[in-house]
């Protein structure tokens, strides 16, 4: 497990000590400041990473407004900049491997992850939004009297973008993706954690052509880079991705200059199994579900509600799966399981497994750090979990699984919307019927039935009450990168 598996990719140097990407340039930051960034797994510093601030934000916002007003690309031919876009999600298809390589890196997530899930998705939503590029349509409206109405979508204009740590390149081609598509400019701000394959990303929009200052990327914390970000009065959307707790701040910073805003934020979300499921399918959804990218994931199902009747017959398949994961090197192909992303992170899972022992679950399998190097924390199942204890109402994020029994279905029901959260939701059941009735009365802005971790770009993905306001991907996710205009005429 080697951190000069960075010797082998070609742009190590860059890699090693970054620089922020203003006006198609690289350029060190203003206060001349940087950070590390750690390999989660071997606990060694990748890179020195060049920290953005005010000042830093300043000219980038600068750049994305000039970039929008008297640069070609909110003028250009929508299908010339659909062409752009496809010709980045070729270059990501080229380079995949190096990109994978580079999350695996600096996220510590399993590299066979990566290459199967993480950059097949970038690389759909960059194609999906290219097809839109020429398909944003306005309508005619019949209105009174002798008038012509008709509606235009317009450029929102300068989209300030701020991003987490869990899935850094899918993040970045969620949120680039539509705003390049509707011909907004872009300054993003990627997480301290994982700054990497995004600024490796911004040197491929540069190679695809996308012209200088559309995009702009400055690394850097959330309270002096985020919230400059935020605040500037020249930036005229945020795009957030993160904890609810950091969105209540944006909102209140956002709130001077009335900023149009979208997040994207945290769950607890229930993952319910009838008796009358197909087991074996629900425990591998049960699993997938919940320790695919170590826990660390918005939607995942970390509330199983289990039927009585099959609980006891469910929980032994489960740990046995869960216990025959395989941590480790997360270059290594085989492995399953990497590491959390950081020491305080893997300190804040710890905590919860005690509160859990402490309000009297039972800890079925995992419940310890693994090894002593890196920041692994193995596959933990809580059983007997209640509503009110901490990890059945609070978002770990982390390998860590509640499992509740239940009778009925209006038991389940209430219990799984128990909660300030509504991002996802899973049904197992063979009973059509009662898969819809359920579907209609989960208040989660996604449910799958007999599936999990469903995505496309297509399919509109957000969350319902403190999870979120407004959706990402599909037309959706589009929208919110544009204004509308109405216009009428006297005929
Ligand atoms: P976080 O809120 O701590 O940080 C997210 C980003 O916000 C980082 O770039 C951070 O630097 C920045 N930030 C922090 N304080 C800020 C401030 N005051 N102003 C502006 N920016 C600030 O979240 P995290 O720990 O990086 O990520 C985990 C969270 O993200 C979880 O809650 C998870 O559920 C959520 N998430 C949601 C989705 C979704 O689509 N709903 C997807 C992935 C992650």
């Not at 400041?33 to 980038?60: C, Q, R, S, Y």
Request: net charge negative; charged share 20%.
């Amino acid at each position: 497990m080697a951190t000069d598996i960075l010797d082998t990719v070609a742009v190590a140097p860059r890699i090693r000590q970054t620089q922020l990407l203003i006006d198609g340039e690289w350029r060190d930051a203003v206060s001349g400041k940087t950070f590390e960034t750690v390999n989660p797994a071997t606990e060694e510093v990748i890179a020195n990473v060049a920290e953005g601030d005010a000042a830093d934000i300043d000219l980038a916002v600068k750049a994305a407004r000039n970039a929008f007003e008297s640069g070609p690309w909110s003028k250009m031919d929508a299908r010339d900049r659909g062409q752009l876009i496809y010709r980045l999600a070729d270059l990501v298809e080229k380079n995949i491997e190096e990109l994978a390589a580079l999350e695996s890196l600096d996220n510590g997530k399993p590299i066979r992850d990566s290459l199967a899930a993480d950059l097949p998705l970038v690389i759909d939503c960059l194609r999906y939004y290219a097809g839109w590029s020429d398909k944003i349509e306005g309508t005619t409206i019949p209105i009174r009297g002798n008038h012509f109405c008709y509606t235009r979508r317009e450029p929102l204009g300068v989209a300030g973008q701020i991003i987490p740590w869990n899935f850094p390149l899918l993040m970045v081609a969620w949120k680039w993706a539509p705003a390049l598509t509707a011909g907004c400019t872009i300054v993003m701000k990627p997480a301290e954690q994982t700054p990497l394959s995004c600024l490796r990303m911004a040197e491929l929009a540069m190679e695809a052509g996308i012209p200088p200052g559309v995009i702009n990327v400055i690394p850097g914390y959330g309270p002096t880079a985020g919230a400059s970000l935020v605040k500037h009065p020249d930036v005229d959307k945020i795009a957030f991705t993160g904890e609810d707790a950091t969105a209540r701040i944006i909102m209140a910073d956002a709130a001077a200059t009335l900023k149009r805003l979208t997040f994207e934020l945290g769950g607890k979300s229930p993952n319910i199994v009838f008796a009358d499921s197909d087991l074996d399918a629900a425990v591998a959804g049960a699993e997938f579900g919940l320790f695919f990218n170590q826990g660390q994931c918005c939607c995942a199902g970390s509330r199983l509600f289990v039927e009585e009747s099959v609980h006891k017959e469910f929980v032994a398949k489960l740990v046995e799966r869960a216990a025959s994961r395989k941590l480790g090197d997360p270059l290594n192909p085989e492995t399953t399981q990497g590491p959390q992303v950081d020491h305080a992170q893997m300190e804040k899972i710890l905590n919860y497994i005690q509160k859990g022992n402490a309000a009297g679950a039972h800890c079925v399998t995992g419940g310890t750090r693994f090894g002593d190097k890196g920041y692994f924390v193995e596959p933990t199942i809580f059983d007997y979990v209640t509503d009110d204890m901490p990890i059945a109402t609070d978002e770990i994020f982390g390998p860590v699984l509640s499992i509740l029994p239940f009778k009925s279905i209006d038991e389940v029901v209430n219990r799984a919307n128990n909660t300030h959260f509504g991002l996802a939701a899973a049904i197992w059941t063979s009973d059509v019927k009662k898969a819809h009735h359920l579907a209609n009365r989960i208040k989660a802005g996604t449910v799958w039935v007999n599936c999990y971790d469903v995505f496309d770009a297509a399919a509109p993905f957000g969350g319902f009450k403190q999870s979120g306001i407004g959706r990402e991907l599909g037309a959706a996710g589009l929208e919110n990168y544009t204004e509308l205009k109405t216009v009428t005429m006297s005929l």
